[in-house]
């Protein structure tokens, strides 16, 4: 047999058919759905009469638009009320299970997936949402699509996909103390550029991955899309079945140790094939923070936001002269000299127990500036409960946050939590599009413990250096 | 889906790199249930001013390109989230084919889906087209995608490369949803195979 790359393995695995110029119609075993990418995609369903195929795996949650303040008396907002409502009734009426506004297990598209072990190794995973690729930390196959293909999965539990290329990103050796899957996330970015893996699907592999727990593999393969890629990979391993072993939808008995054989059999062969290969060096990581408005424009904290004409590209120079002006920055400023207004800790990127943790460990025993407003909102309404049962929840109000209910909050501002124009923030989320998280609002991208360290000094702060830095309480 | 066999119209140039799908169609427009009426928030924030009057140096502003039909973009174009409103919205406004060095696989799978044209050429040529494009209304382009060519103001056919079997849906206006329906029987036989080999596979009722 001729060595396969895991992408190889698993895309094999679901190909129904194949159109004569390779176009393939592949199986699709899990799809997420949530209130803003599928009203269309009902209504086009009953338009046409069309049943969903396999309403058992399709798994509904509502996140996108939802306020992160208490939800039991109902929703403001008309127009996100009637997107919730229409999710409600369109999951009711096509028989698709749905976690609504006040079920415990609401939360995140990306965060209740692993969450209930409806996310498996080897199985393909799509959602209206581009961060699917967050779901590739267990070996799935997961993109984000469109409406018209939401529809399709749907109808027919299948996708018209041309199969991607294979890229491999090597992290070698061992991340240093204090550096997240965040930083590597980010930086592998800024190796890459937010183009580098488009047409491809990455794998990534090396030492520092598979020291990563399960919740820093889906921090990583979150931002995969950041770096154009249509998927991220981590292969299976004990981590991953340890994570997943009793997890509400996980197989159970003779069907958990069937798959854990199969799961056994998902890695890249010696030899395989990748059209490209990228190694990074895990130990010079230092933490990253974005400067600009694209998730390429990522430095190490202790640099300087840079000067447009030191990009050798005069498209790169045009967009970092117009990202320093909507940023509102100088070239040359050393970046910990940039006071913030907010701060932002959640998301599908950080919104996790493990972030809420290392949030905790930073500003225990200290006070968030006062210049500075700041809130954490947990990925799920699980994730919720534990941080209040561990104790972060106390330690984080008392240090000064807002502490919300589950949602995806100030990521995308689709809801009441946003940016005012020129507002700063410190942000754990993906993405620092203009206007991303509200109307000129200006984003920092970094990981929870450096958002952390800014809630406590009111500037962007490389964490390592808080004792000295910062004001403790 | 609407067939496109050809084009013709004037092009709007836009040599942005990285223009992500908050700036084609940012968050307040993502609220509809519907597909249609998105063209007046397309490119929002660059488009209007703060007070909602229009930025009259915004390209689609010009009264040379209100009617464009094509858009020709930087690298990257449609990168970020898998937001359909940003196909709709620039499918409403009256472009049905946007070309560029590259575009995200996302928005490239959903433009097609909505009867528009996604053509890539090389950096060079785009350098060109965005040339001629800046001449405004007297310069026409013409696109034919039976014979896979881009016509400039200047008579220059550049070539471009489609996977077949998107051309043909195009060409034709198919309907995928219903194309797939009819391989309903090897769809069934899949599903058999992997019940048999993979029962894991079904969810736990959990
Ligand atoms: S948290 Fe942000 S990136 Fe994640 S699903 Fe929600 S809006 Fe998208």
Redesign the interface.
Known sequence: MPSKTLYDKIWDAHVVSTEPDGTCLIYIDRHLVHEVTSAQAFEGLRLNDRPVRRPELTLAVVDHNIPTTDRSQGIDDPESKLQMDTLAANTKEFGVEYYDELDQRQGIVHIIGPEQGFTLPGTTVVCGDSHTATHGAFGALAHGIGTSEVEHVLASQTLLQNKSKNMLVKVNGKLPAGITAKDLTLAIIAHTGTAGGTGHVIEYSGEAIRDLSMEGRMTLCNMAIEGGARAGLVAPDEKTYAYLKGRPKAPKGADWDAAVAYWKTLHSDEGAHFDKVIEIDATSIAPIVTWGTSPEDAIAITDSVPEPMSFSDEHKQSSAARALEYMGLTAGTPMTEIPIDKVFIGSCTNGRIEDLREVARVVEGRKIAPNVDAMVVPGSGLVKSQAEEEGIAAILKEAGFDWREPGCSMCLGMNPDRLEPGERCASTSNRNFEGRQGHGGRTHLMSPAMAAAAAVTGRLTDVRTLDTAGAPA | MKALKELSGVAAPM????V?T??II???Y??????SGLGKGLFH?MRYN?DGTDNPDFVLNKEAYKDAKILIA???FG??????HA?WAIEDFGIRCVIAP?F???FY??AF??GMLLIRLPQEQIDELTEQAEFGSNAVFSVDLESQTVTAPDGKEHTFEI????KHCLLNGLD??AL??E?AQ??DQ??TN?NNA???????A?
Request: hydrophobic letters at 25%; charged letters at 30%; glycine letters at 6%.
């Open positions: 040599p942005m790199i990285n992500d908050d700036m940012p968050k307040q993502l609220k509809t249930i519907g597909r924030s703060d930087g690298d990257n990168c970020g989230s898998s937001r359909e196909a590259s995200s696989d996302i799978n959903n889906k909505n996977d077949d079997f998107r995928e949803i797939t329906l391989k090897s769809i899949y599903e992997t993979h029962s894991w596979l079904n969810p736990a959990g």
